[in-house]
Antibody, heavy 121, light 110 residues
Framework: QVQLVESGGGVVQPGRSLRLSCATSGFTFSVYAMHWVRQAPGKGLEWVAV????????FYADSVKGRVTISRDNSQNTLFLQMNSLRVEDTAVYYC??????????????WGQGTLVTVPS | QSVLTQPPSVSAAPRQNVTISCSGS????????VSWYQQVPGTAPKLLIS???DRPSKIPDRFSGSKSGTSATLGIAGLQTGDEADYYC???????????FGTGTKVTVL
C-alpha cells in the first residue's frame, strides 16, 4: 500500500539548519510532483514548497523562500526539505504529500503522517 | 501570499445539512481545480473532493462540492458526529505559482 514516512524533525535552535526526509513506497514516486505542507500548533494548513516530477521546477511560499530548498531522489523514492536559518515561526508539523492537481497534473493524493519541527524561543 | 477565505466555524444538529464556502480569485479557484480536505486533529488531512466536485472512492455521497466563478462550496448532508473535524479548500494559484489552502472551517455537531 501507499506509504510516505517523514523523518528528521526535532528540536533545533533558532538560526540552525535541519533536513527533513520523506521515504515513499507503493506508488510511482517519479511521476508525481511532490509537496511539503506544514501546520503550526493549533493553526491551519500552510503550503511550503513543491518540486516537479523531473526536478526541473521548484516553487516556494514567500514565508520560506531563500531559506528552504526542496529536492528529490527519484532513484530512492525520497523527498527532502533542507531548512536553514530556522525561526520560531517555523515550528510546525511538516507533511510530505502528493496533492491532487496540486501541480503538474497529479491525479493522486497521498500524505505522510508528519514530522514535528520545534524551534524554541 | 494569497489564501482562500473560509468561515471559521459552522455548526448544526445531527442529520442537518451544512455548507462551507471558499472564496478565492481568478488565479486560483477561477482557473484551477478546487480540492477539499477533512482533517481530524492530530491526523493528516484526507481528500474529500477533487477537481471541484469529484468524490474519491470510499467518500460517502453525503459530501459534495461545487464551484462558481471564484468561489467554491462544500456541502455535507445528513451531518453525523463523525463529521466533526476541520475542513480546508485548496487550489493551485497559476499566477503566483503556489498552492493555497483555505483558512479552515471547524465543523461542530451540536
Amino acid at each position: 500500500q501507499v506509504q510516505l514516512v517523514e523523518s528528521g524533525g526535532g528540536v533545533v535552535q533558532p538560526g540552525r539548519s535541519l533536513r527533513l526526509s520523506c521515504a515513499t513506497s507503493g506508488f510511482t514516486f517519479s511521476v508525481y510532483a511532490m509537496h511539503w505542507v506544514r501546520q503550526a500548533p493549533g493553526k491551519g494548513l500552510e503550503w511550503v514548497a513543491v518540486i516537479s516530477s523531473d526536478k526541473r521546477n521548484q516553487f516556494y511560499a514567500d514565508s520560506v523562500k531563500g531559506r528552504v530548498t526542496i529536492s528529490r531522489d527519484n532513484s530512492q523514492n525520497t523527498l527532502f526539505l533542507q531548512m536553514n536559518s530556522l525561526r520560531v515561526e517555523d515550528t510546525a508539523v511538516y507533511y510530505c504529500a502528493a496533492l491532487w492537481r496540486g501541480y503538474g497534473g497529479n491525479a493522486a493524493d497521498y500524505w505522510g503522517q508528519g514530522t514535528l519541527v520545534t524551534v524554541p524561543s | 501570499q494569497s489564501v482562500l477565505t473560509q468561515p471559521p466555524s459552522v455548526s448544526a444538529a445531527p442529520r442537518q445539512n451544512v455548507t462551507i464556502s471558499c472564496s478565492g480569485s481568478s488565479s486560483n479557484i477561477g482557473n484551477n481545480y478546487v480540492s477539499w480536505y477533512q482533517q481530524v486533529p492530530g491526523t493528516a488531512p484526507k481528500l474529500l473532493i477533487s477537481e471541484d466536485s469529484d468524490r474519491p472512492s470510499k467518500i460517502p455521497d453525503r459530501f459534495s462540492g461545487s464551484k462558481s466563478g471564484t468561489s467554491a462550496t462544500l456541502g455535507i448532508a445528513g451531518l453525523q458526529t463523525g463529521d466533526e473535524a476541520d475542513y480546508y479548500c485548496a487550489a493551485w494559484d497559476s499566477s503566483l505559482n503556489i498552492y493555497v489552502f483555505g483558512t479552515g472551517t471547524k465543523v461542530t455537531v451540536l
